[in-house]
Structures are given as structure tokens and as C-alpha cells.
């Protein structure tokens, strides 16, 4: 009976369970929004970002930004110290499915440091 059990919850297709892939939730269109970081979760599985736009650019001024696992960054050698909430950014990434969202590929701060899942630089 205990068995029936996990099989049933296995097969009840229960969305809150499921990992969801980059593929199916981002296009591959990549666009660039500038802004001021509000929400910072550098957490696992996801990292993510919500940056406030000019409001006089857009009716929807917030981005959230998706991107890798902290622990994807710090592998890298990404010191995520210096992205902090008030820091203002411009950001690089794969257009999301649903509106307001992107995928990170990119991000700037003012002093022309850059954030990647490959990597920090600078310019």
C-alpha cells in the first residue's frame, strides 16, 4: 500500500515538484535592461534578481532575473559581495517566456564590473 502511494504522488503531476529547464521557460532572444537591483536571493537552485526599471520607460517597471545556483557562481570564482540591493545595473539576457523575465547573462554594475556564470570582469 505504501508503494501505491508513491506511485500515485509520482503520477499526479504535481507542478511544485517539477524543476523547471531554461529551454522551455526563456527564448533565445537575448535583450538588455538597465535599472536599480531591489531583491537580491543568491540561493540554490536559483539565483535571483529584481531590478526596477525607469518607470517612464515601461508600464511594468520589474524584472525579475533568473540565473544559476550560487554555488554555480562561487565555482567560478564570482564574488557576489559586491552586488547589492541599491547597486544600479544594466543586465544582458535571454528574453523570458513569461513578461518581465530574463534569463542572466549578464550583469553590469556603474564601476564596470561584470557578473556571468562565467565568470566576473571588468572594464
Known amino acids: 500500500m505504501k508503494y501505491l502511494f508513491v506511485v500515485a504522488a509520482l503520477l499526479s503531476g504535481d507542478s511544485t515538484l517539477a524543476h523547471h529547464s531554461t529551454?522551455?521557460?526563456?527564448?533565445?532572444?537575448?535583450?538588455?535592461?538597465?535599472?536599480?537591483?531591489?531583491q537580491i536571493r543568491?540561493?540554490?537552485?536559483?539565483?535571483?534578481?529584481?531590478?526596477?526599471i525607469d518607470a517612464a520607460?515601461?508600464?511594468?517597471?520589474?524584472?525579475?532575473?533568473?540565473?544559476?545556483?550560487?554555488?554555480?557562481?562561487?565555482?567560478?570564482g564570482v564574488n557576489l559581495d559586491a552586488v547589492?540591493?541599491?547597486?544600479?545595473?544594466?543586465?544582458?539576457g535571454r528574453k523570458g517566456v513569461r513578461p518581465?523575465?530574463?534569463?542572466?547573462?549578464?550583469?553590469?554594475?556603474e564601476d564596470g564590473t561584470r557578473f556571468s556564470s562565467n565568470?566576473?570582469?571588468r572594464d
Not at 543568491?42 to 526596477?52: E, L
Not at 532575473?65 to 554555480?72: G, H, K, L, P, Q
Open 23 to 38: 529551454a522551455t521557460n526563456f527564448t533565445q532572444e537575448i535583450i538588455e535592461v538597465a535599472g536599480t537591483i531591489e
Open 42 to 52: 543568491f540561493q540554490n537552485p536559483h539565483t535571483s534578481i529584481v531590478v526596477k
Open 57 to 76: 520607460e515601461s508600464e511594468a517597471p520589474f524584472w525579475l532575473i533568473e540565473s544559476d545556483a550560487r554555488s554555480t557562481f562561487e565555482r567560478k
Open 84 to 92: 547589492a540591493i541599491g547597486s544600479k545595473v544594466k543586465v544582458t
Open 100 to 109: 518581465n523575465t530574463m534569463f542572466l547573462r549578464e550583469l553590469m554594475l
Open 119 to 121: 565568470g566576473t570582469g
